[in-house]
């Protein structure tokens, strides 16, 4: 059983700064993609950034103060946020994909609160 566990959420200005962090159960390496995807209250869950295949993908409204990362020795995945906005409010999960045949596996963490304040 894959365990995903986030941590580093918590309260912060517009304007400032927070880093998440995704602690994996096991080697990252097994995973395929891994992800951040966020949550607001009323809104589907949304992606925010990505990495696959040695690729990053950002959504539109993140590009350019997000930045996805990972450090395959402590098999973690980090999120930098910066430059934070209110509307970047939301429960954020870490999320992990295994392509297999014929299934595919995907795994998240419990969540961790951003909350940005204006």
């Known amino acids: 059983q894959v365990q995903l566990v986030e941590s580093g959420g918590g309260l912060a200005q517009a304007g400032g700064s927070l880093r998440l962090s995704c602690v994996a159960s096991r080697s990252i390496l097994t995973f395929n993609v891994m992800g951040w995807y966020r949550q607001a209250p009323g809104n589907e869950r949304e992606l925010v950034a990505r990495m696959i295949s040695g690729t990053t993908n950002y959504a539109d409204s993140v590009k350019g103060r997000f930045t996805i990362s990972r450090d395959n020795a402590k098999n973690t995945v980090y999120l930098q946020m910066n430059s934070l906005k209110p509307e970047d409010t939301a429960v954020y999960y870490c999320?992990?994909?295994?392509?297999?045949?014929?299934?595919?596996?995907?795994?998240w963490g419990q969540g961790t609160q951003v909350t940005v304040s204006s």
């Open positions: 999320n992990a994909v295994i392509f297999g045949i014929p299934s595919t596996y995907k795994y």
